[in-house]
């Protein structure tokens, strides 16, 4: 292997003759050419024509590699290159198991080898500039740039092209002839592809074909064309969108995802779909994306539904309008060091995901609850350092359809100061002094679904702000202790205040809003002393656990605040007026009221954690010591109100959690023990439970959840993606949702990168799959009910059958009702270029059922066949 440049200095003489010239397609050798490589370009020199000598001089630097052997020929200005043979000259670079170069000519031969087992290895690729094609043979003029290649293979964007002859006539247009188009990736032997006979094309800009069908495994099908026109292009192209048609049993036929794309710029884009059913409901979606490198990206879809139940003039006959608005924004790290700016939003009319037509997302039908925020924060590096961010957030039910918007929040704060440490490390009481500065100002807003949008929206709204002073030290005694105190200086402004009266006409209290600006001030004293406890249980290196570590985090705290009731007045309950009640014009406030009651409440609180080191042996046999968690955290809460008259002590909150099965399995209790009775309202009395027969703590609540969770590959599984742009699970336990806008995307968030991995059409040992256990019960008694208020079990699996073949279901049992929650079925074949999918929820209210066979690719994305039976929407 050699390179070489050379110059060429001299002039050489050449012939423009009318002769054709040819090149043999095909080099029979056996590591040895049989024919002698310069006879490869052949004339008919029985001929004589008279021709006009010119000068000519190659235009550039030529560079040439060769790995079995160079031949020059001065006499026919030829130079040929064998085995590996490289040539760059220019713009141009051709890469062939042989190559000849004919200076006189201006033209470049390459061609493919026959190695000693008769198959033909080192074909050409050639490359000029960003336009690549990889023939079986080539012949190339320098000088007019015409082209002419046998059995071409190009790529334009996802479109895969071969051509039996190709001729360049300029360097914009080819002229092709027999032409295969497929985005398959094997182009030689493609699952399927469109043949046409006579194509023109234009690389980056547009293919122009002739009468086209369809082949699918080398058979030809009825699909075809007179003539087609395929567009290309580097950047995004604007266009029509083709709706696909269905039927339904309550809106009838229809015609779904059809409208049009804008490619607005490189940043961002606009597409435009609608929907149109026969009985008169209709649909419509705009989705956006936007981007910028480092800087930020984000999606904007709005819909809106026009839904129609039955026909005018039925009993069952019903109208309702639905609508979704989704933005996510995400800033880039690089964009800013100290401001960010980011955004979740997903609202929608109560039943949007209920009752869309377009869109089956069961993980967010099953969602009771939908929330939003947008968030901007700015950190000023000053010392000492402020910090502030404005929020709006949005939190929605969609059972009681009541919106809670604060519109927006302000947070600010002055980072802490400490006025008496030195510098380097602060000890003792007086140097960890330290106070800051926090502001918080909020603009809330109450309302419901059928208000929302409208101007009576917000005339229930709420607006004030909150000043608070803390300042705080901690300290150590008796070296294991640590002492902390503070106190806290609180100031609220309002801008809203009530006013309690007695109404004769109604015989009513009623309130009255009053538009004022009104302040309080409050303080409250804390402080806590705590410390941590290690106790070690040894059982000897030699047993399988070797030793169990018990560490204790008991903390007492005390809490002091002051009554507060000049805050407060009076007013009457009745005619009379000789019965007063108080209250404060503060009530409702978005930050409470003051207290007009003093309390002294101590607080005990117990931590715990459990861990072993185990003995156990790794693959090799090697035994090693292993740290084990048996219980994350094990925690006891409870206070007693040192100033209340009865019931002092609050009820005793008992949680913990713990992971087991190497983290596969989360496992989490919690359970409330009350110290006192209940007489037969179900009212606390001033009574130990014990004493009135009962235990010592009598159980109100308890809960338990186990989630268990394992995969082949032992990572954390699918990812239902889809679902969680839509305010849903992120796991399988609810289905995975089926966005009929574009059933080309995959039921099981494949892996790319894993599916280049697969080797074959068959496992040899290992079906990948994953499998997710959630299992949940609560026991309600504070009331004596003494019975399960909810018991379920709910299971999800994923496996591959083969690499091309997935199964996948979603289900569960509620021991209350006894009976089988939502379930559903998926079925997913990889047909390479194309995919089958089949989407089954047998029964429910969601009932429903899709099979969907098309091309994966966007630039057909058009061939397809999808039909489904969507669930039979009650609106309501």
Known sequence: MYLKNFYIVISFIFLTTGNSLTFAQEVNTNDTLNINANELLTKDKSKKTDTLKKKTFLEGIIKRNAKGYENIDNIKKQMVLYDEAELYYKDIELKSGIIVLDFEKDEVYAGRLKDSLG?????????????????????????????????????????????????????????????????????????????????????????????????????????????????????????????????????????????????????????????????????????????????????????????????????????????????????????????????????????????????????????????????????????????????????????????????????????????????????????????????????????????????????????????????????????????????????????HTIRKSYNAATNKVEDTRVNEFAAYRTYDFSSAIGTTIYGTFDFGEDKKIQTIRHVMRPNISYSYTPSFDQYYDTYAIDATGTTMQEYTKFQNGLFGTPGNNYSNNVGFSLNNTFEAKVKTVDEKGKEEVKKVMLLNNLNLVTAYNISADSLAWSPMRVSGGTTLFQNKMGVNFSTTLDPYAIDNSGRRIEKYNINNGGSLFRMTSANMALNYSLTSSGSDGNKNRQNQQNGGRGDDLFGRSTDLSDNRQSLFDDDKDKEEEKPSEFYNSKLPWDLQFAYSVTYLNDNRQNRLNNNSLMVSGNVELSPKWKVGISSGYDFVQNGVTFTQFRFERDLESWRMSFNWVPFGVNSYWGFFIGIKSSVFSDIKWDKNRVPDRRLR
């Open 119 to 495: 198959e033909y290895t080192q074909f050409p690729v050639f490359k000029q500039g960003a336009n690549l094609i990889e023939p079986d043979s080539i012949r190339f003029n320098t000088k007019t740039k015409r082209l002419k290649v046998w059995n071409s293979r190009t790529q334009q964007g996802e479109l895969n092209i071969k051509a039996d002859q190709s001729k360049r006539m300029n360097d914009s247009t080819y002229f092709m002839k027999n032409v295969r188009f497929t985005t398959a990736k094997n182009v030689d032997d493609p699952e399927y592809y469109f043949y046409s006979r006579k194509v023109k094309f234009v690389p980056g800009k547009k293919v122009v074909v002739s009468f086209t069908n369809m082949y699918i495994a080398d058979i030809p099908t009825p699909i075809g064309l007179p003539f087609a026109y395929f567009p290309f292009s580097e950047t995004s192209t604007s266009g029509f969108i083709l709706p696909s048609p269905g039927q339904s049993n309550q809106q009838g036929f229809f015609l779904q995802n059809g409208g049009y794309y804008f490619a607005l710029s490189d940043y961002y884009d606009l597409a435009i779909l609608g929907d149109y059913y026969t009985n008169g409901s209709y649909a419509l979606r705009a989705e956006s994306g936007y981007a910028k490198r480092y800087k930020f990206n984000g999606r904007i879809n709005l819909r809106f539904e026009n839904q129609i139940q039955s026909e005018r003039g039925l009993p069952d006959y019903s109208k309702s309008k639905q609508y979704n608005i989704q933005w996510s924004h995400a800033q880039d790290g690089k964009a800013s060091a100290n401001s960010r700016f980011s955004s979740s939003v997903n609202i929608s009319s109560s039943q949007y995901f209920r009752q869309s037509l377009n869109l089956i997302n069961v993980g967010s039908t099953l969602n009771n609850n939908l929330s939003s925020s947008i968030s901007y924060s700015k950190t000023i590096p000053s010392v000492p350092q402020i910090n502030f961010s404005l929020t709006a957030t949005h939190s929605q039910n969609i059972n009681t359809q009541v919106i809670n918007m604060t519109l927006p929040t302000l947070q600010a704060s002055v980072d802490r100061v400490f006025p008496f440490a030195k510098e380097g490390a602060k000890k003792g009481i007086i140097q960890n002094i330290n106070f800051q500065y926090n502001l918080r100002g909020q603009n809330n807003i109450e309302t419901t679904d059928s208000l929302f949008f409208k101007s009576e929206m917000f005339k229930t709204g709420r607006a004030g702000f909150q000043h608070s002073i803390p300042l705080s030290t901690n300290f150590k005694v008796f070296k294991y202790f640590s002492v902390s105190a503070s106190t806290n200086f609180n100031e609220v402004w309002n801008f």
